[in-house]
């Protein structure tokens, strides 16, 4: 069975820092690429960061360059989020995603996502 389970989220003052975990089993970790993806109140889910476990290639979301970092431990089965600097606008409910459709995670498409997690909610405040 696949799982998904995150962690690491809280309530932060702007400009603090966050890193979310993301664990993983029940599947080969190598053979997939992991999403990171967020939801705040009202709006639609986005996909922020991707990674490829197999050969650590990354992708963002041109919201988030430059103050998200996505890494892997494949040893732990584990994806990580670094989120600096944060602003109100980050609240949300982040969640990680499994495909094994490398080719198109990078889209950050959800429909390529077949598995997810239950989030952890991240709380900015100002």
């Known amino acids: 069975e696949v799982q998904l389970v995150e962690s690491g989220g809280g309530l932060v003052q702007a400009g603090g820092s966050l890193r979310l975990s993301c664990a993983a089993s029940?599947?080969?970790?190598?053979?997939?690429?992991i999403g990171w993806f967020r939801q705040a109140p009202g709006k639609e889910r986005e996909g922020v960061s991707c990674i490829s476990s197999s050969d650590g290639s990354t992708y963002y979301a041109d919201s988030v360059k430059g103050r998200f970092t996505i890494s892997s431990d494949n040893a732990k089965n584990t994806v990580y989020l670094q989120i600096n600097s944060l602003k109100p606008e980050d609240t949300a409910v982040y969640y990680c995603a499994a495909t094994p459709y490398s080719d198109y995670a990078f889209t950050l498409d959800m429909i390529h996502f077949g598995s997810w997690g239950q989030g952890t909610q991240v709380t900015v405040s100002s």
């Open positions: 029940g599947f080969t970790f190598d053979d997939y690429a």
